[in-house]
């Protein structure tokens, strides 16, 4: 069974950073889709960023230029580099990932298309 736990959460002032790990275990898709979503107080999970095997990367506005996601194919674990972060950066954050059908392309950002989820890991930030 697929595994995924994240890592690296924790507190920061404003205009911190924080790099979250998300270890992947009996994942061994060829073509996939690797993604964080997060999930604000009293808000809904909403899509961060993804990652797909073939290269593509994909970022959610509020976030652009200020987190890189990455992976260490050989160490099974996605990243999300956040930078300069805000109070509203404030959620948990998750992991996902799934099969992809393609080569190349760009990954879904909609939270259902994902079977594999982590349990996820707590960011706050505050001013």
């Known amino acids: 069974q697929v595994q995924l736990v994240e890592s690296g959460g924790g507190s920061v002032q404003t205009g911190g950073s924080l790099k979250l790990s998300c270890a992947a275990s009996r994942f061994t898709y060829t073509h996939y889709c690797l993604a964080w979503f997060r999930q604000g107080p009293g808000k809904e999970r909403e899509w961060v960023a993804s990652?797909?095997?073939?290269?593509?990367?994909s970022y959610t506005g509020s976030v652009k230029g200020r987190f890189t996601i990455s992976e260490d194919h050989a160490k099974n674990t996605l990243y999300l580099q956040m930078n300069s972060l805000e109070p509203e950066d404030t959620a948990a954050y998750y992991c996902?990932?799934?099969?992809?059908?393609?080569?190349?392309?760009?990954?879904?950002?909609?939270?259902?298309?994902?079977?594999?989820w982590g349990q996820g890991t707590q960011v706050v930030v505050s001013s």
């Open positions: 990652l797909h095997s073939g290269g593509s990367t």
């Open positions: 996902a990932a799934d099969r992809s059908q393609v080569v190349f392309g760009d990954c879904p950002s909609w939270s259902s298309w994902y079977a594999y």
